[in-house]
C-alpha cells in the first residue's frame, strides 16, 4: 500500500479523536461544574431562567425560582451556576460599577438646552425641505407649469 492513499484515512481518525476528547473535556467540565453546586448558589438553567438552589438531590436539584415558588429540575437542565456578584446583577440589578460619577439625565431636554438664549434665537433655521418638495411648493413639477404634459 501506498503512503498516499492511506493518507486520508489517518487525517480523518485524527479529526475524530480531537473532536470526541474536546467534547469529552466539556462534558467534564459541565459535570464538575454541577458538583461544586451548593443550596444558596445562583444558577441558570438551560431554558435561561434563573434562580437560587435549595436542595440537591441524587439526580435533581430543587431550586427557588421566586419568594415562595420552588420547582424541581434534572441536574442536566442546570446550564451555569452563577457566582454571587453576577447572580445579584442579573436577577436583582445591583450594579457594582454604579458608583462612578457619570450622571445621565432622565431626559435630553439638559442637553439641548442653550446657556444663552439669544444664540438660539439669532442662529440661522436649516433648510431641511427637498429641492422637488420646493419646486412643487411653487406650483411646479419638474420644471413644467400646472397642466403642462409631454404629449404633443
Not at 434534572?74 to 436583582?92: C, F, P, Q, S, T
Not at 462612578?100 to 433648510?127: F, M, R
Request: aromatic content about 4%; overall charge negative.
Amino acid at each position: 500500500m501506498n503512503i498516499v492513499t492511506l493518507l486520508p484515512f489517518i487525517v480523518l481518525i485524527g479529526a475524530m479523536f480531537l473532536m470526541t476528547r474536546s467534547a469529552k473535556k466539556k462534558q467534564q467540565a459541565a459535570a464538575q461544574m454541577r458538583d461544586e453546586m451548593q443550596p444558596g448558589t445562583g444558577v441558570r438553567t438551560i431554558g435561561g431562567m434563573y434562580a437560587t438552589v435549595k436542595e440537591i438531590g441524587d439526580e435533581t436539584v430543587l431550586l427557588e425560582v421566586a419568594p415562595g415558588v420552588h420547582a424541581v429540575y434534572a441536574k442536566n437542565a442546570i446550564g451555569a451556576v452563577l457566582d454571587d456578584a453576577e447572580y445579584n446583577r442579573i436577577v436583582h440589578g445591583d450594579d457594582e460599577e454604579s458608583d462612578t460619577d457619570t450622571v445621565v439625565p432622565d431626559d435630553a431636554s439638559s442637553l439641548t438646552e442653550a446657556t444663552d438664549a439669544e444664540t438660539v434665537e439669532d442662529a440661522p433655521k436649516a433648510d431641511l425641505t427637498k429641492k422637488s418638495d420646493a419646486a412643487e411648493a411653487e406650483g411646479q413639477k419638474d420644471g413644467k407649469a400646472d397642466g403642462e404634459t409631454d404629449a404633443k
